[in-house]
């Protein structure tokens, strides 16, 4: 499969080869060797058409022209009139480098058969009116998202909380907008003049910018409440919650309160599962030594889930001072705290997660920053 975290050479099957160019197939079994590595196939207008990764570079591309005919290896191959491969000392240097170059060039290959993940965040989109929503995956729309989650459909049920305990907006994107604020600019409209799109708004679970109710600075406050919710930074939708349950309470509206109460307990496991996340992507902070081939050891560091740079392992004295500034400045620098995901960030921790979840043994690579400082550091 194509994108998957193993890349195997595909196997040997009694059928007729496929159709491909033969300059390529020679370049290959003259040029490339058996090493880790990342590949690039090439249309014929120079179109990146798949970005692949193997650590066996060589085996892995001649097992492109075994490919049966109608399979999408061999669809692959009849496209691609050129190949280039960058040698990776590593697999799991090569595994994000791969990732990085689909995360840039996006190849029509690798999108088509990209491997659905089960996943969910959520995401504040970027518009004059911004809404909470839940999203399968993060795209470079300008949005921020935070996550990932686990429970797809547990997501979007607490979402909706949020939107209506804060008063955001559902509705489409496409809808018009319009603050209170913004009616002077068009002469004879006035709040009263505009209808509601839905009903959200006489219940009073949205602000309604839809027929200019709120101002611009209210909408954006109730966002930033938003924000810091997800981000483990702040608490307005349960304090929220919490003022609705006791006024309930107080004039014997026990069904209401209850019903208040549930949704107060939703967001707080929510919150909880935020904070559990993000102790799980803190907890991917490390040197993390690897073997190379043919004794290219590397050193990659490893920041909150993301390969922030990668070494050769130091054999000597200046070497171990230069890697050890070096790590100074990665796990010394300062980070603004929890906040949203770009596209390539969360990307990038789902994939450093997955890769030690799969081989929980290269954990025993791993050292916490300061023990590789206090061992290694030269006097």
Request: proline share 8%; charged share 30%; aromatic share 8%.
């Amino acid at each position: 499969m194509f994108g998957t975290l193993e890349s195997k050479p595909l196997p040997l099957i009694a059928v007729s080869s496929t159709p491909a160019n033969p300059e390529v197939r020679a370049r290959v079994r003259a040029d490339a060797e058996n090493r880790p590595g990342v590949y690039r196939m090439w249309g014929p207008g120079d179109e990146l058409l798949y970005v692949g990764k193997s650590v066996r570079v060589r085996s892995r591309l001649l097992s492109y022209f075994r490919a049966p005919k109608g399979e999408k290896p061999g669809e692959l191959i009849r496209e691609t009139a050129h190949i280039d491969w960058d040698y990776v000392p590593d697999e799991f240097g090569a595994l994000v480098r791969e990732m990085r170059l689909i995360q840039r060039h996006r190849p029509k290959y690798n999108v088509q058969h990209k491997r659905k993940r089960a996943y969910a965040f959520v995401k504040i989109t970027r518009e004059p009116a911004p809404r909470v929503v839940p999203a399968g995956r993060v795209t470079d729309d300008g949005s921020t998202y935070y996550g990932p989650f686990p429970r797809v459909g547990r997501v979007a049920h607490t979402i909706r909380d949020i939107a209506h305990v804060l008063g955001l907006r559902d509705c489409p994107g496409s809808t018009p907008v319009i603050f209170d604020d913004q009616l002077d600019i068009f002469a004879g409209r006035a709040p009263l003049e505009r209808s509601p799109a839905c009903l959200r708004a006489d219940l009073g679970t949205c602000l309604a910018p839809c027929c200019g109710r709120p101002t611009s600075r209210a909408y954006d406050e109730r966002v930033r409440h938003a924000r810091r919710f997800l981000e483990g930074r702040g608490a307005a939708p349960l304090t929220i919650l919490q003022e609705k349950m006791r006024e309930a309470a107080a004039r014997h509206d026990f069904e209401y309160a209850a019903l208040v109460r549930d949704r107060l307990e939703r967001l707080r496991i929510f919150q909880q599962e935020l904070t559990a996340f993000r102790g799980r992507v803190d907890a991917l902070t490390f040197v993390y030594r690897v073997p190379g081939h043919a004794g290219n050891d590397r050193v990659h560091l490893i920041r909150g889930g993301r390969l922030r740079d990668t070494l050769p392992h130091p054999k000597t004295r200046d070497a171990r001072r230069r890697v050890a500034a070096r790590i100074d400045a990665v796990f010394g620098a300062f980070e603004p705290g929890p906040g949203g995901l770009s596209p390539h960030e969360a990307a990038e921790i789902l994939l450093v997660a997955r890769w030690f979840r799969l081989k929980p043994d290269e954990l025993k690579r791993t050292r916490a920053p300061e023990d590789w400082l206090a061992a290694k550091r030269p006097a």
